[in-house]
C-alpha cells in the first residue's frame, strides 16, 4: 500500500526539502526588497486654469496644454479671473501626464488618478450638505510631442464633495481651505501611450443647480498612481521563472496520479486544481500588455487572484475534512457545499462589484461605482455580503481544523499501550501530518505580517547604504511563498511510489484486516487509507 | 549697507508683485541685491525663479494676515528696496518671523510649481538606478517638496554664509520656516488592490495649505527663545554664535524661532527702529486683545466716525469668478487710533 509523499519520506530528506524551500522564499523576499523599486509612484498634479477664448462650441474640440509650445492662457487665481470676466464655464483645469521631459511607458501597466479640490471657506459662499460637483472631462493622448491629441475618453462625472471645516466658521477664518476626502477619478488598465492630457471643467448652470454650492475652489489637484516600470520587470521575470516550475511540478503529480490503479481522489484532484489555478496566475500574459493596448488586463489580473484564492480556500477546507477520521464517507465535492458554498457565493459578489467597477471603466475610465448613492449602496452590499461568507467560512474552517486536531490527540491518547516501534513510527506521522498544517498556518500567518508591516510602514527602510524596498519584497515574498507552498504541496502528497518496491512494514500487513476498510478515511478502498489514517483509525478500534 | 543686506530676498516679491508672474521670464540680473551665489543660482534654475519671487510673496501675505491686528503689520513700503523699511535691520522676533515664512513661502511655492508642471528641473533627479531619464521609468522620481526645500535652502541661505550671529539667526530661522513645511506634510493612501482592496496601497505625502503653515509660526513667534552672541577665536578669525539667555527655559529645537535684539515697541513712528506707528490705525473697541483699542493706540485713546458702507448683499455665489448680489448700505462705526 502506499501513502503520499510526505509519508514515506524520511525526516532527514524533509528536512532538506523545508531548506531548500526557505532558502527560495528568502531569495524571493531579497528580488524584491533589494532589486525592484517601489511598487507604485504617485505623482502631484496641479491644475494649470487655462482660459478658453473660442466663442461658440461648434468648432472642432480644443484641447488645452498647461505647459510647453502650444501652452494655454492660463490665469494664475480665480481673483484674475474675476477682473478679467472670465466665467467658470470658460476655464478648463489642464493637467499633462507626466510632467516636462518625461513619459509614459507600457510598462506602468495601469494609471490611477485621483481628485482633490482645494476649497477655501467663505463665510457667504460655504460648501452645502451633500454637494455634488459636476465635471466634464476629457482625456486625451499623442505619442509625440509634435503631434496632434486624439481624445481618449469624454465624461460628465458627478461627484460627492466630503468636506469638513475643522476651525469655527467665523470670518477670521475665511481663507482657510476646508478638509476634503480625495476623489477617486480616473482608471486606465493599460499606459499604452506616452502622453497624456485631461481637460476639466467645472460647468455651471443655475437652474438646473448643477455646481452650485460647492464653496469657492481655489485649486483641483491631481494624484497619478502607476505601477513603476521596475517593480513590473522584476514581477514579469518572477512569473517567467516560476511558470515553468509549476508546470513541471503539476505534469510530474498527474502523472504519478494517472500510473496509479485506482481513480485520483477528491484531495488529489483539489491539490491539482490548486496547481492549474496557480498557474492560471502565473503564466506570463501580461508581456503582451507591453505590445498591445489590453486595457482589461488589470481586471483579467483581478479575475485570476480571486480564482486561485477561491481556489486555495475551498483546498483549506477540503484538506481539513478529508483528515477528519470520523466514520464519514467523503471524497465527494458534494460533501462540502456547505463548506465551498460561502467561498463561491461571496468571489461571486467580489467578481460582480469588479465588474461594476473595473468592468466599466473598460468603457468609461472616470466611471466610479462610489460616486452615485445607488452605486455605493450596492457596492457596500456586495463587499458586506462577500466579507459575511469570509466570516462564515473562517468559522467552518477553525471548527474543522479544531475537530482534527481532536481526533488526533484522541487517537493519541491510546499510543503509549503500543509498542515502541510502532508508536514512534505513528508518531512521526503525526508530526508529519500537522507539520503540513503548520506550514499552511505560517505561511497565512506571514502573509498577515508582511500585510500589517507594508501598512504601517513607510515603504522602504534603510540599512547603511542598502534601501529595502518593504512593499516590494511583500509582494514578490508572499508571491513566492504560495508558489512554493503549491509546489510543496504536490511535491509531498503526491502518491508515493514506495508501494511498487517493498510492500513494507507489520503495520501494513495487521491493518489489512476488515476493521478498518469500514473506517473509510480520505484515501479510497482500492489503495487503502494512508498509513496515518488507517493508523488512527486501528487505535480508535484498539 | 545693512539695509540691501536683508532685503534682496524680499525685493523679490515686490519687483514683480502686480506683473504677471507666470508669464514673464525673468531677467537675473535686473533684479537688485543678490549675491553672486544668489546671482548664479538664478542663472541655473532660471524656470523657478518666478516661483521663488511667488513664494516670498505668499509668505508676506501670509505675515499680514497673521499680524492684521497687531502694533506691527508687516507694513511693507513700495518704493523701497527693502520693504519692511528697516525692522529687519535689527535681531528681533519680528525678523526671524518675516524670514521663517518667507523661506517657507518660498520652499511652498517652489513644490507647488513643479506639480504645475512649470519646471523642468523639478523633482526627478538622477539619484535613482538606471541611466538619466531611464531612471523615472524603472522607479519614479522623488517628492517634489525635497526639491522644493532644497531650492529655498540654496537660495535663501546663500548670503547668510558670514560668521557673524546675524547670520546665524538667519540660517537659523530659515530652517525653522522649511522644517515646518516638511512637519505639516499629510499622509494620503489610495488602496487599489484586488476588487479595491488594501492589499496594494500607495501613499502620498501633501502640502497643508500655507494658512496652517502661517499659525504655526505665529505660534512659534510667540514663543521665539530669546539668545545671547558668544564669540569664540577660531582659526578663520572671531566667529559669533548664538546661546540660550535662559538657562531655566528649553533650549530652542530647530523648529524654534529665534532672536537676540528686543523689539521697539512700535507705539510711535520712529524711522530708525522702522516702526511706522499705529497712529490712524483701525482698532477694534470690543477686544481686549491686542487689537483692542486700548493696547493698539498705546493707550493715546481713538477717535470714532460713523462711516455708511455701500456692501454687497443676498449674493449668489460660482465656485469661480461670478457673483450677483444686490447693494445694501450699512452704518459702521469706524475707531481709529489717536
Known sequence: MAGAIIENMSTKKLVILGVLLLLFQAFSFMVGGLIAPSPTTAIHYMATKCVDNVKGHHQAKKWFVPWGPKKCDKIRDFEEAMAKRIEANNIVFAVHIPMPDKEMSPWFQFMLVILQFDIAFKMHNQIEDGAMVTVDVGLAYRDSTVSEWTEMAHSVELRKLSCNFTTAKTIENEGRHYECDVLPFMEIGSVFHKYYLLNIRLPVNERKKVNVGIGEIKDIRLVGIHQNGGFTKVWFAMKTFLTPSILIIMIWYWRRITMMSRPPVLLEKVIFALGISMTFINIPVEWFSVGFEWTWMLLFSDIRQGIFYAMLLSFWIIFCGEHLMDQTERNRFSMYWKQVGPIVFGSFCLFIFDMCERGVQLTNPFFSIWASDVGTELAMAFIIVAGICACLYFLFLCFMVYQVFRNISGKRSSLPAMTKARRLHYEGLIFRFKFLMLVTLACAAMTVIFFIISQVNEGHWHWGDYTVQVNSAFFTGIYGMWNLYVFALMFLYAPSHKRYGDEQSSGDQVGNSGEDIQLTTTITHVDGPTEVYKMMGKEAQE | ?338
Request: charged letters at 25%; hydrophobic letters at 30%; a positive charge.
Open chain 2, 1 to 338: 549697507m545693512l539695509t540691501a543686506r536683508h532685503a534682496s530676498l524680499m525685493s523679490l516679491a515686490v519687483g514683480h508683485q502686480y506683473s504677471s508672474l507666470a508669464s514673464q521670464p525673468i531677467l537675473c540680473s535686473s533684479i537688485p541685491g543678490l549675491v553672486p551665489k544668489q546671482l548664479r543660482f538664478c542663472r541655473n534654475y532660471v524656470e523657478i525663479m518666478p516661483s521663488v519671487a511667488q513664494g516670498v510673496k505668499i509668505g508676506i501675505q501670509e505675515c499680514q494676515h497673521q499680524f492684521r491686528g497687531r502694533r506691527w503689520n508687516c507694513t511693507t513700503v513700495n518704493d523701497n528696496l527693502a520693504i519692511f523699511g528697516p525692522v529687519l535691520d535689527r535681531a528681533t522676533r519680528e525678523s526671524a518671523f518675516v524670514h521663517a515664512i518667507a523661506s517657507a513661502g518660498v520652499a511652498f511655492a517652489v513644490t507647488r510649481a513643479c506639480a504645475e508642471g512649470s519646471a523642468t528641473i523639478c523633482g526627478c533627479d538622477n539619484r535613482r538606478k538606471g541611466p538619466p531619464g531611464e531612471g523615472w521609468k524603472w522607479g519614479g522620481c522623488s517628492e517634489d517638496v525635497d526639491f522644493g526645500n532644497m531650492v529655498s535652502r540654496e537660495f535663501a541661505d546663500a548670503r547668510e554664509n558670514r560668521p557673524d550671529a546675524r547670520s546665524a539667526m538667519n540660517r537659523h530661522n530659515n530652517e525653522a520656516g522649511r522644517t515646518s513645511i516638511a512637519d505639516h506634510m499629510y499622509l494620503k493612501c489610495k488602496c487599489h488592490g484586488l476588487s479595491g482592496s488594501c492589499e496594494v496601497k500607495t501613499c502620498w505625502w501633501s502640502q497643508p495649505d500655507f494658512r496652517v503653515i502661517g499659525d504655526y509660526m505665529k505660534d512659534k513667534y510667540d514663543s521665539a527663545s530669546e539668545m545671547v552672541v558668544e564669540k569664540h577665536r577660531e582659526s578663520r578669525g572671531w566667529v559669533e554664535t548664538l546661546r540660550p539667555r535662559f538657562t531655566y527655559f528649553k533650549p530652542p529645537t530647530e523648529t524654534d524661532l529665534v532672536y537676540y535684539e528686543t523689539s521697539p515697541n512700535f507705539c510711535e513712528p520712529n524711522p530708525e527702529t522702522g516702526s511706522f506707528g499705529t497712529r490712524d490705525r483701525a482698532c477694534n473697541l470690543t477686544s481686549h486683545g491686542i487689537d483692542g483699542c486700548d493696547l493698539l493706540c498705546c493707550g493715546r485713546g481713538h477717535n470714532t466716525r460713523t462711516e455708511a458702507r455701500k456692501e454687497k448683499c443676498h449674493c449668489i455665489f460660482h465656485w469661480c469668478c461670478y457673483v450677483s448680489c444686490q447693494e445694501c448700505t450699512r452704518i459702521y462705526d469706524v475707531h481709529t487710533c489717536k
